[in-house]
């Protein structure tokens, strides 16, 4: 076979697998197709199929394959680090800026303690931390990758609960924009390079300059041009990015964040979210399973994913908690925040591609966090679906106010 038939098998292999194990195992309530593609991407990654078919891992999964299906991962998942950055709401989080910093601080810098602590704990062994990591920089990615809200994710997820246009849907997502912009600042200061600082300052200047004018640009162009525009956009600020040693994705990130969501027609971005996630994220989960390793042995692997999902899930609790306490939330308010804000996904596998790409971490510590994301993921939907359904009213409570009433007893009161 040539190398465009092997192509084709292996996209064969990405598209059917996770959605036949989707469809006949109807695994939608306890992870969506998105979670199934990642876990398949596993399944087809070396550990797995590799460890099972050596011989066929490696006429299907050849070099030159992997070097078309990475082209196509890196652009679809820089489509969707854009989109999630240009669907940050800063200007909501800043009319409750109270509410929305106390809560969306205590849920990150929880997770991100104890994240640290088992970052910490994992230096004590062998096969952990990158060979071009400094101590710092692997405790500190290590535990931002227990802090991290998956937003693409959690919008998924809401709109599975019919919470997301609902006030406690918006509150959410106020919290996790914030922890967003958070997330990929630490990434930016792990990534410093001191030999490369004169680039990385240039291209940050160069950014804030060209934005300047690219946001001048956007508001004069009509709609249909400004979709077109801001790819162009998108692969510059990723191309500079790279240059400068800073990586793509916070490229690909800064791209979307200087953009307003009001620029575009909201159901066409909810489109292109959807389409982006159908017809190329797979790929980029498959060569994310391909980067497993579980070199130091399955055992220590699973171990050290467990510790990290305690760290992740009790951070998330405890800091949603306490700031329920602050602001007088109503009992098992914070219980449904947390939840759901420490689901993981998309944003912490991109997260640690990038370290893995940096050698901070090892691949068999980019393995035990993948797992961990997956699992995170896997636990909010069951989690909160039976909680909502007992707290139904707090749907439509508004940050700040008091307790709403149940909407039957809303509908009494006015009549």
């Given at each position: ?210 934005t300047f004018g690219f946001r001048r640009l956007m508001t ?91 760290a992740s899930v009790a951070g998330k609790l405890i800091g ?96």
């Open positions: 076979m040539n190398t465009t038939e092997i192509f084709l098998m292996a996209m064969l292999l990405i598209f059917s697998v996770p959605y036949l194990i989707w469809r006949l195992g109807r695994t939608d309530y306890y992870a969506p197709l998105v979670v199934v593609q990642i876990i398949a991407g596993i399944l087809l990654g070396p550990g797995i199929l590799g460890a099972a078919y050596p011989d066929y891992y490696k006429f299907v999964f050849n070099p030159s394959v992997i070097l078309a299906l990475n082209g196509i991962a890196w652009w679809a998942v820089m489509i969707f680090v854009m989109i999630a950055g240009i669907e940050l709401d800063l200007k909501k989080a800043w009319e409750h800026r109270r509410e929305s910093s106390i809560t969306a601080g205590l849920a990150l810098g929880m997770p991100l303690v104890l994240g640290c602590v088992a970052g910490f704990c994992m230096l004590g062994y062998a096969g952990w931390i990158g060979p071009k990591a400094l101590t710092w920089q692997f405790v500190l990615g290590v535990g931002m990758s227990c802090a991290v809200t998956a937003l693409p994710i959690l919008i998924l997820l809401m709109e599975k609960l019919d919470i997301l246009r609902q006030p406690i849907g918006q509150r959410i997502l106020r919290y996790a924009s914030l922890d967003d912009i958070a997330i990929w600042g630490v990434l930016a200061l792990i990534l410093l390079d001191w030999n490369r600082v004169g680039r990385q300052a240039g291209f940050l200047a160069a950014f804030a300059l060209a004069w162009l009509k709609e249909s041009d400004r979709w077109y525009v801001a790819l162009i956009w998108l692969a510059a600020c990723g191309f500079g990015a790279d240059w400068s040693g800073l990586h793509f994705m916070v490229g690909a990130f800064l791209a979307g964040a200087v953009m307003d969501a009001h620029w575009f027609n909201q159901e066409k971005m909810d489109l292109m979210r959807h389409h982006v996630l159908l017809a190329v994220m797979p790929v980029f989960f498959l060569s994310t399973g391909l980067r497993t390793n579980w070199a130091v042995g399955g055992q220590a692997v699973f171990v050290a994913a467990g510790v990290l999902l305690v949603t908690h306490v700031a329920g306490k602050i602001l007088k939330w109503e009992k098992g308010e914070a219980s449904i925040i947390g939840w759901l804000l420490q689901t993981k996904a998309l944003i912490m596998i991109i997260f640690c591609n990038i370290l893995l790409d940096k050698q901070i971490i090892t691949s068999e510590t980019f393995t035990a966090l993948l797992l961990m994301a997956v699992a995170s993921t896997m636990l909010t939907v069951p989690v909160v679906y039976p909680k909502l359904q007992r707290m139904r009213h707090l749907i439509f409570r508004s940050a700040g106010l008091a307790p709403a009433a149940p909407p039957a007893e809303q509908e009494r009161r006015r009549a």
